[in-house]
Every structure is written in C-alpha cells, then in structure tokens.
C-alpha cells in the first residue's frame, strides 16, 4: 500500500462534511477504518495509571543528569525515542490534538496555532490559543476537533482522562481533551488569576479554595501551582486512569531567551523538580509501582534569524487585494498557512510562482490533485508525494491535508545547522506579523521543517515498559494516543498512530522492527526553486523527518 495514505474525503464542502459526519448534531466521528477495528483488543497493560507529562517545547539534548536529574533517570531506565517526531506544522496546536486523539491535522482539523475559520472571522484567520475561541469554534461550526477523542474513546471503557496545564493562554492543554465540556474527563487550563478554566465547572472552585486563585507571575509559579493540583486534589480525589500534566516550559523562556540560556536551564530546572514531585507523591500513596509514565514535548525549537511577512509581500506583489481582505488569507503558524478565496487554482498557482522565486522561501507543499469547483477530490490511499503545483510537495505527504480547514498551500522557511548564542544547534526563517527583516538577538521559535524543529523529547518508563532501551524505531507525537489506549484498556482501534509496542514489554525488540528512510522531491520547474523532504515509514506510518528548497541551475 502506498505510504502517502491519509486523508479524509476531500471532495466535502464544510456543511456537508460536517453533517454527512454527524459533527454538526453533536455525532461522533471516527477515524479511518474505526467502523471495522474498533473494539479490537490486545491484552491491555497491567499498569492502573498512565501519565503523560508534557514539558512544552523540551529538546531531547536538554536531558541531561544536572539539569534534569528526574526526566534523565527515567531516560536511562526507561524506553528513551530517539527517532521521535513532532506534527508538522511543529506548533503547539497541531502536535496537542494529535496527543488528544491519536490523529494527524489531516483528521483531527486542527491544522496550526493559526487558521482560517470564514465562520470565525470572514477576513482573518484566528489563533487557536485561547481556550474560550475554541469554545466559540465549538459554538459555531459544531466541533474543536474533527474526529472521535481519547477522552470518549477512553470514556466508553469506563476510564477517565484528566488534563491539566500550566499555561496562560491554556490552547494547547485544552485541546488535550477538547470534548470535557461535553462530559468526557476533566479539563484544567487557562491557568491565570480569573481562571482557572475547568470542566466539570466545579472543579475550579474546589481549586480556588484549596489553593487560592491561580498566580499571575512567571510560569515557573503556574507550573508549581499545577503540580500542588495534581498531588493533592488530582490524584486523591479524582482518580484519573489517564493523567496529561502540561507544563508551559522551558517554550515561555526559550522563546525571548533561546534554547541552553540561563533562564532556559533554570525553567527546565523547575519543571524537573516539578515532575519529581510528582514521582515521588505516587510513591507515598502507593502508585508507583502501578503507574506508567510518558515524558514528551510537543516540538523542539531554533533561534530565529530571519522574518518572513508573508502577507505583506503577497500585498506588494498585487497577489491580495490589501490587509483586511478575503481574498488571500494567511495564517502565521511559524511557517505560514495561505488559503485562496474559492480555491481558485490559477491564483493558487500565481502566489507558488511568486514564492518560488523568492530566497527567503523553504519547501512548498500544496495538495495532491488540482482543486475543482472550489474543492479537493478525495486522493484516498493514492495520494502522489507531489503537490499538483509543480516544484512543490503534496499536503498529503505531512498529513494537513484537511478539506475543511486546511490551508491550499503550507509555506515553509529555509533552516540551518548552525549553533544559537549558547552553542545550542539550529537557526531559521520564520513567518512574522512584523516586516520582512533579518531578526538578531536570542528570539527563538519553532513551527519549522527542520530536524531541530520536529525532533522532539518522547521517554516512556514503567511497569509495562521495557528497560535500559534507546529505540531507533521511528515514532511521533500522533503514537502516544494508541499506546496509552491500548495500555488502559486493551483497545487498538485503527488511528493514525501505532502503538509503540517496542517499548513495551511484551512487544518486540526494536532492533527486529523494519522502518526505512527515503527523500521525496519535486524538482524545480521553469528556473524556479522546488521542493524535498525526507521521511521514515514503519509500516503504514509516515513521520516527515526534515524538508529543505531545491534550487535550480
């Protein structure tokens, strides 16, 4: 079977996908072949608790026994990834639904930090970072999330989902298990003195009476004020089977500061000393032993050195009528979203060939087959590794292929080896809201192709976990959700992710599983720059690895 398998029908407008999947009247949607595998089952783990602790925007070469003494012991102990992959876009609200529903963008919908939503805002795409937009999402066009969570799915085995996390704006959190104020699990988020944002509603004036209202101060002081919630009230009295704590560092400081800054460490630092707690809170109440526990992050990171507006120049080059228009909208996502009024292929084809003439542009991605009538045909299981514009890659490819709120074209940023002001490894463009300008100083960011970029921090140790093992088996963000699935209840429904069954104890040596790596291109065309990306395939499972722009000669 082809390796570029995703996608959801492509051919649906918006109204009638969502009413043709029951979205619209609260129904449930199920991923791909759901209806033939779910209630498949394997034997289940004999763990009564899974936690997934999300440190935001971790790099796997922060771990180390100074800084991270606790994540470090459960490296070394554990099953430590070190193939492990971000989603792409490498952005906090396209990797935390893939954790909530074991889902790529293509499925799930959830497509970037930024996206274009005409019910939303009809000439403007909206950020997907606070929880009450999403609420308002939910409100207007009848889901957060395209597709069936981990919370219900979790929910009809009669098991609980929990999450919680510790940032201000609480978008990626939330998305975790956007379905609570549905009545699946508990939610704990937006995480600021007017907050906290809880479903089941109550939940937040236990909070309040426990522990007073949530800080206003620096993150460090939100992530301790979590970690209390999760000790003395999440794990007393709730009784989760499923726990995802999400910590908003080291992203907060690593973003004005830079990865390996002395207000990085010192954030890791604390969120180390955080999850120990933890650890050792499931020892005195006689967890520990019973419980699992997931150590990942939703991307890595890169210093910035150059901004991109794309907006602006698509302005000056007559290619959008002006900043408030409906014509071309953008949607900055680290790299950039650009959806076409109408999908008209010509003006579709018009801003690829401006942007391929552009040096300041990385890999270009459309979708597999020229749109017709202001819509995608379905690409099925066929879908070509090429973009239907020539020189650039198929959305198909990376997953964000999404008929309904997915972009027409995905605008990547040229990306470097080279080290940040700390020696860490890793520069690139980025798309901005500001001017078109190189950027200087330690501003950092993520959203990219580059291997910096989607490498992410993914460990998994416990009584169903093997031991001492470092993993070469490809695996992304999208796996956490079947694996704990299968964990906690013994299903193995058929979701984008597999369930890492090398990390397991039961499951096979890594070293026995077969992946392979190969390089996707779609050269230049007319003097114009064209596109790559390498990916790995274990199995049916795709992660894209790096991408990078072919230039002609």
Known sequence: MPPWKDIMPSNLSRRRFLAATGVATGGVVLGRADHALAGSRGSGGSAELNIVFVLDGLRPDSVNPADTPNIHRLRQEGV??????AEVPTVTRVNGPAWGTGMHASRHGLVGNAMYIPEMDPNAAISTGNPYTLLELDEKTGAIVLTETLGQRLQRQGKKLVAIGSAAAG???????PTAQHGTGVSITYIRPEGPLTFPEEGGQVMRDRFGAPPGGSSAEAIDYCTAVVNEYILTDLGPDVLFFWMSEPDHSQHPNAAGSPEAIANIRNADRNLGTVLDRLDKLGLADSTNIFVVSDHGFTLNDFGVNVEDELIAA????GPDSSD?????TGSALVYVSERDPQRIQEVIEFLQQQEWVGALYTAAHRPEDGNYRSAGDNAPAKGWVDGTLSLELIHQANPVRGGDMLVTFPWSS???PFGVRGTSHRAVRGPTRPISGSASGHGGVSPYDITNTMIAWGPDVKSGVVSQVPAGNVDVAP??????TGEEPALDGRVLKEALKDGPDPASIPSSTRVVTAPPGKGRAGSAAQISLVGDSRYIDKSWPLHGH
Do not use: M
């Open 80 to 85: 430590f990834f070190a193939q492990a992959h």
């Open 171 to 177: 978008g990626g959190p939330f998305l975790v298990n």
């Open 318 to 321: 007559g290619l959008k009528a």
């Open 328 to 332: 071309v909208v953008v949607a900055v």
């Open 418 to 420: 080279r080290p940040n």
């Open 483 to 488: 694996t704990i699935l299968s964990l906690a």
